[in-house]
DNA sequence: TCCTCATATACTACAACGGGAATATACGTG
DNA sequence: CACGTATATTCCCGTTGTAGTATATGAGGA
C-alpha cells in the first residue's frame, strides 16, 4: 500500500485529473462518473480509492451510492510547490489578481451551479516555440 | 518516444522535481547536480532529457558542460490546472495576497490595483472529516 | 594525434501501474 | 429473505518507467 504517495503521483493519471475535473462542478456518484467519463465501474471505484486515501475527495453515504466530492487540502501542495517557480513567469500578476477578485465569492452549499463564465482567465500559452530537443 | 508526455507525468517523477528546485535557484551543469543529488550521472542525463524536450528546462554549451536552466512555460499549464480548484481553498486568500506582494517588485510596469481587498474568510466548510475511507 | 573529462545513449532487468473480467459486499425493496 | 442496484475488491496480464552498468560521442589540452 502505497499511502505516502506524494500528491505528483496521483494527479499523473489523466483518469483521476479528469475525475478530478468533474468533482470541481459539483459532487458525483460513482455511477455518474462512470457514465459522464465513459470508465468502467471499477476503473472508476480503483482511482477514487486512489484519490481517496491519498485526500484528494471524500465520500459521503447516500443509500447505496457513494457521493463523492473534493477536498481541498492536497491541492494547496501542489500550488506551494508551485511557488518556487513562480518568479519565473512573474509576468502574468495580474493574472493571479483576476484570481482573488473571483474568489471571495459566496460559497454555494448546494448544487445551486450557477456557472458564469467569469472573465477570461489566463492562457496557458503553450508557446510552442523553438525545439531545442538537441 | 513519448512526446505528447502531459506536464504531470513529468513532474511525478522525484528526481525530477528535485533536479527543478535545484535549477530554481540558479543554472547549473549535470556534474553539478549529480554531486548535489547525489545522483549518477546517467541517471541525471535521463531525467534531463525528458526534462528538455518536455520544454521544462534548457541547456546552453559550455565547452564540454551543458548548462541547464529553467523555462517557465509548463509550470504556467500546471498553474493553470490548478486554478479550476483555487475556490476550494479560498480560505487562504491572504496567502495569495503575499505572493502578489512579494511578486511586483521583480516586475514590469503594472499600475496594479490596490491589492487591499475586503476579505470575507468565506469558511468553505472542509473542515473536519477525516474517517471515511471504507 | 592521443588522452581525459563531461555528457549522452544503449541495453537489460525489475517493479509498479492501469485495465478488464469476475466476484464480493452493502443497501433498499418487494 | 430473495433480488436488483450500486460500489468495492481481487486476480491476472500487458505496458511503461526507472535504475544500473557499460559504452559511445564530443570537446579541450598535451
New interface residues.
Given amino acids: 500500500m502505497r499511502s505516502v504517495e ?1 500528491v ?2 496521483i ?2 493519471e ?1 483518469n483521476r ?1 479528469a475525475i ?2 468533474l468533482l ?1 462542478s459539483s459532487q458525483q456518484s460513482v455511477g455518474e462518473i462512470e457514465h459522464q467519463l465513459r470508465m468502467t465501474q471499477p476503473t472508476v471505484s480503483k482511482h477514487l480509492r486512489v484519490l ?2 491519498a485526500g484528494f475527495v ?2 459521503m453515504v447516500d443509500a447505496q451510492r457513494r457521493l463523492y466530492r ?4 492536497r ?2 501542495e ?2 506551494a ?14 493574472a ?2 483576476r ?6 465569492g ?2 454555494p ?1 448546494k448544487p445551486a451551479s450557477t456557472k458564469k463564465k467569469a472573465r477570461k ?2 492562457r ?4 510552442r516555440d523553438k525545439g ?3
Same sequence: chains 1, 2.
Wanted: without cysteine.
Fill in positions: 506524494s505528483f503521483e494527479i499523473a489523466p485529473r478530478l475535473s470541481a481517496r486515501e471524500e465520500s473534493l477536498k481541498p487540502e491541492f494547496q501542489v500550488d510547490w508551485l511557488a518556487q517557480f513562480r518568479r519565473f513567469w512573474s509576468a502574468h500578476v495580474d493571479l489578481e484570481h482573488l477578485d473571483r474568489m471571495d459566496s460559497t452549499r482567465t489566463t496557458p500559452n503553450h508557446g531545442e530537443t538537441k
